[in-house]
């Protein structure tokens, strides 16, 4: 029987082995845990959900040292988690909440090959039973080649910058440990400040990275961080352009680190080859040499007419034993003595390896062959990016948001040799990408079928709304073809612009929607007991009171009639979208781009608007234009007056974000989110009466500063949970806005506003009324910003006409920003290394720092 992995961890003392950002633990304390495991008498399959947490690693470590088969799943997949749950019936499970192994039932129900260590999903696995079956001497074969050629030491020390339940992520903690170095541990994403406060806090010598993890490293000014500790960065998971190679051995070279790229598959245990940092300059297209103990040879492919391009074929001692499509698998011993890659390569010149494709990477329309690889390098030269996937005769091409669809689909079709019907250019504001930061061609698959069918197949009748229907509305609404079903709105990063038309949707197909739906999984929304009867939608009451106080400005501006109060209340629904939008991100990072994404969907649209009309009038000064004039203008009423709610909601979620960026308080609200709000709505209200007393003046009741508290008591509102903390809220809303206007009808439209949106979640309304109600709460800022310059024109001579162009100009301005904004960029995703939540020990991690 071959060596146990990591079974003389004590040897290296009081060496650090694992380093968190709040705790570590030497080799020899890593040992006790080892040693101290239960269970020790037979050998159990074991099932551990990856985190990048320091117990996660320390849990999988002794199960390996111990002889265990550990089971390595993504933690951050519920559905791939259940499904082999299913699959293989472990029989113990690490719980991270719980602090150790979980006994499903006793002793073991699995015959296991002596030689058999670790199973592992695909790069590809989306929840199939398909794992890999790896071997004791795989895993320390491979450990020892890597840190054999990288020249690990004990003064080494890496940060895992990639998921543990990715291979390649995982062959960093091994290579690791069998040299004695440490391993730094943290799930921050490389554009998170704290990640290099760590390293180099930690004097971390080292890091990988996918190729998307270099896009992230691109965008955020990696060049020019110093960090005088680090020794080398490496690279695996796909092919990285040699453009890029070339860029960053140069930038190492010039910083004093080496760069080196790598190529692997998890079928050989993580690595299979590396190009030494000297010829990444000279040669950053190549795959590199072997690693240390293994071989390359390129055999002949059926069909294939370029010369001298063949499937690489890769032999050692870390191809895996085969793969397991169920647990009677777990049994068998070697089935494959050699990797067949699926790579297409060629020799160059220099007689190194080049990657050329993938033999998966064909589809044949109408009866044409294509390279889909060769195809997206076309649209690359021509300085696009395309990813791109067949269904049947049809050619599916996915670009990013910014590019022409045009352009891209007659040169597409024309290098394709196709039709131009049978070439489909989609735009996607986000590239969904699997754990390994490759672009997730299943999901695009997945997407592109989806389009296809919902051109001609009737609809699903609504008593038989599946998660699939839903999953698909979401991936078209929000533009994520990644979309899961163990998604939700807010991990999806929806905002408050697409909840209204996908609030509206769902309840058209008659899902009884909860208040906080928005931050459930997709499919605990469709699993929910019971669906509600009728042909009628239920229309929440946050939408509902955005339509109906933006058509109480209106009414009363152009003299349809007199009811004041809608520009206040709608201050407030802004307040309770705020808590449930720009709030629903874990790390201050996301909370910071949810709250400038949304102050980007104001500010842009009004100062171009303003400025315009400033330009061609002359009406508006620049503070105005701005959104200053409530700081720098006048004390009475005049026309820069007008935008004062635009200026309002601007700065009071200018200074919730600011206040929320400071950790003590954030971690407050988190901890105690009502309490926190009621706090925030006290200190406004005495903001208010300190400067202005009860009652406000003529201007004052508009200056941002003054009413704050209405921003404030939305807030307030979203936080209330119980019966008592909605009385609480009532009492706050009727006491609050009593006195403020100096007028009991408009102080009763905002204090009814505010307890209707306490009191009642949503109403029930025919289909045609919510849509019509949706399409104008989605539109609301927009009809406020214009409507100033088309009202006064018919005011007088018709009323309800000055209403009815008021809204057709601001729903047609709104349609004319998405637009523009689609086509520029200006609305983009950043995408998380992991779409589904954070695990709760790693929220509160961040919580801690």
Same mark, same amino acid.
């Given at each position: ?7 003389d ?8 082995a ?6 570590s633990?030497?080799y020899?304390?890593l040992?006790?845990?080892i040693?101290s495991?239960?269970?020790?008498d ?9 985190a990048?947490t ?13 002889g ?6 993504p ?13 293989y ?13 979980v ?11 002596p030689?058999?260590?670790l ?5 590809g696995?989306t ?32 940060i895992?910058?990639l ?7 995982l062959?960093v903690?091994?290579?690791?440990l ?10 921050w ?5 704290c ?15 996918v190729p998307?993890t ?12 110093e ?13 990285l ?13 010039e910083?004093g ?11 050989a ?20 040499v ?12 059926a ?11 890769y032999r ?23 990797l067949?890659?699926?790579?297409l390569v060629?020799r ?14 064909f ?6 062959r ?38 891209l ?34 999901a695009?698959?997945?997407?592109a ?18 998660v ?7 991936a ?14 807010a ?45 009628g939608?239920?229309l ?21 009639f ?12 802004c307040g309770?979208?705020?808590?449930r939008?720009?709030l629903s ?17 104001l ?19 620049l ?16 026309d ?15 200074v ?12 407050s609200w ?5 309490g ?11 903001t208010r009466?300190?400067l ?23 807030? =307030? %509102?979203?936080? +209330?949970?119980? &019966?008592?903390? *909605?009385?609480? #809220?009532?009492? !706050?809303?009727?006491?609050?806005? /009593? ?17 209707l =949106? %306490?009191?009642? +979640?949503?109403v &029930?309304?025919p *289909?045609l009324? #919510?849509?019509? !109600?949706?399409?104008?709460?989605a /539109?609301?800022l ?19 006409? +000055? ?14 920003v998405?637009t ?5 960029a ?16 790693t ?7």
């Amino acid at each position: 029987m071959s060596p146990v992995p990591f079974a003389d961890l004590r040897r290296w003392g009081s060496r650090p082995a694992l380093i968190a950002a709040d705790d570590s633990l030497t080799y020899a304390e890593l040992a006790d845990r080892i040693e101290s495991m239960p269970w020790q008498d037979e050998r159990r399959l074991v099932l551990v959900p990856g985190a990048n947490t320091l117990e996660t690693l320390a849990a999988y470590v002794s199960a390996i040292a111990n002889g265990h088969v550990v089971l390595l799943v993504p933690g951050d997949s519920p559905a791939v988690f259940e499904s082999l749950i299913d699959a293989y019936d472990p029989d113990l499970v690490f719980d991270a909440v719980a602090g150790g192994f979980v006994e499903r039932h006793e002793g073991t129900r699995h015959d296991l090959h002596p030689d058999l260590a670790l199973l592992m999903t695909t790069s590809g696995s989306t929840g199939s039973p398909k794992l890999v079956r790896l071997s004791r001497d795989n895993v320390l074969s491979n450990a020892g080649a890597i840190a054999g050629y990288l020249g690990l030491t004990a003064a080494d020390r890496a940060i895992t910058t990639l998921p543990m339940h990715y291979c390649y992520g995982l062959s960093v903690i091994h290579s690791h440990l069998i040299a004695g170095a440490g391993v730094v541990v943290t799930d921050w994403s490389v554009l998170d400040p704290c990640l290099w406060d760590l390293a180099d806090r930690e004097q971390v010598t080292s890091f990988a990275g996918v190729p998307y993890t270099f896009d992230l490293l691109d965008s955020s000014g990696f060049a020019e961080r110093e960090l005088p500790s680090l020794r080398y960065v490496t690279q695996a998971g796909g092919r990285l352009a040699p453009e890029r190679v070339a860029g960053y051995a140069r930038l190492g070279r010039e910083r004093g680190w080496d760069f080196i790229a790598m190529y692997g598959q998890t079928e050989a245990t993580a690595r299979m080859a590396y190009l030494p940092p000297k010829l990444a300059e000279s040669h950053p297209h190549a795959l590199g040499v072997p690693i240390p103990g293994g071989s390359f040879q390129i055999d002949p492919v059926a069909g294939e007419q370029r010369p001298g391009v063949g499937e690489l074929v890769y032999r050692g001692d870390n191809v895996m034993m085969g793969y397991a499509s169920s647990a009677a698998d777990l049994a068998r011993g070697r089935d494959v003595s050699e990797l067949r890659t699926g790579d297409l390569v060629r020799r160059d010149d220099d007689g190194l390896l080049e990657w050329v494709g993938r033999r998966s990477r064909f589809a044949k329309a109408y009866g044409v062959r294509i390279d889909l690889d060769d195809l997206e390098a076309v649209v690359a030269r021509h300085g696009g990016a395309a990813r791109c996937v067949s269904t049947g005769d049809r050619l599916h091409v996915f670009i990013d948001w910014h590019q022409d669809a045009a352009d891209l689909h007659g040169l597409v079709a024309r290098t394709a040799g196709l039709p131009a019907h049978a070439v489909s250019v989609t735009r996607l504001r986000w590239v969904p990408r699997n754990a390994s930061g490759k672009t997730d061609y299943p999901a695009l698959e997945r997407h592109a079928v989806m389009t296809d069918a919902s051109r001609d197949e009737p609809a699903e009748p609504d008593n038989q709304v599946s998660v699939e229907r839903v999953r698909d509305l979401y991936a078209q609404l929000l533009g994520r073809p990644g979309a899961t079903a163990d998604d939700s709105f807010a991990s999806l990063g929806g905002d408050s612009l697409s909840y209204v038309e996908l609030s509206v949707r769902l309840s058209a197909l008659r899902l009884d929607l909860p208040g906080d739906w928005h931050t459930r999984p997709i499919r605990e929304l469709v699993s929910a007991p019971g669906r509600r009867r009728g042909m009628g939608v239920r229309l929440e009451m946050s939408i509902l009171l955005r339509a109906l106080a933006i058509m109480l400005v209106l009414g009363t501006h152009a003299n349809l009639f007199v009811i004041p109060g809608g520009a206040h209340l709608l201050l407030a629904v802004c307040g309770y979208n705020f808590v449930r939008f720009q709030l629903s991100g874990e790390s201050a990072r996301v909370r910071a781009r949810l709250g400038l994404r949304s102050l980007a969907h104001l500010v842009i649209p009004s100062v171009i608007w303003i400025g315009a009309v400033a330009v061609v009038l002359r009406t508006y000064d620049l503070s105005t234009v701005l959104l200053l004039n409530g700081a720098l203008g006048s004390d009475s009423w005049t026309d820069q007056w007008q935008f004062w709610f635009l200026e309002a909601v601007l700065w009071t979620q200018v200074v919730a974000l600011g206040l929320l960026s400071l950790p003590i308080l954030h971690r407050s609200w988190r901890r105690h989110p009502f309490g926190f709000a009621l706090a925030f709505t006290l200190v406004a209200l005495a903001t208010r009466y300190a400067l202005v007393g009860v009652e406000a003046g003529p201007t004052e009741r508009y200056t941002p500063s003054i009413v704050l508290w209405c921003f404030a008591l939305g807030w =307030l %509102v979203a936080a +209330a949970r119980t &019966p008592w903390q *909605r009385l609480a #809220a009532s009492a !706050v809303a009727v006491g609050g806005v /009593a006195g403020f206007f100096g007028d009991p009808q408009r102080e009763a439209v905002v204090a009814g506003g505010m307890l209707l =949106l %306490v009191w009642i +979640a949503a109403v &029930p309304v025919p *289909r045609l009324v #919510a849509r019509v !109600v949706g399409s104008l709460a989605a /539109a609301s800022l927009y009809i406020y910003l214009t409507h100033w310059q088309v009202y006064p024109h018919l005011e007088m001579k018709v009323p309800i006409l +000055a209403v009815l162009s008021s809204l057709v100009v601001g729903l047609a301005y709104r349609q004319v920003v998405v637009t523009i904004a689609a086509r520029l960029a200006l609305v983009r995703w950043v995408p998380a290394r992991s779409r589904a939540p954070l695990p709760r020990r790693t929220v509160a991690v961040l919580e801690r720092v």
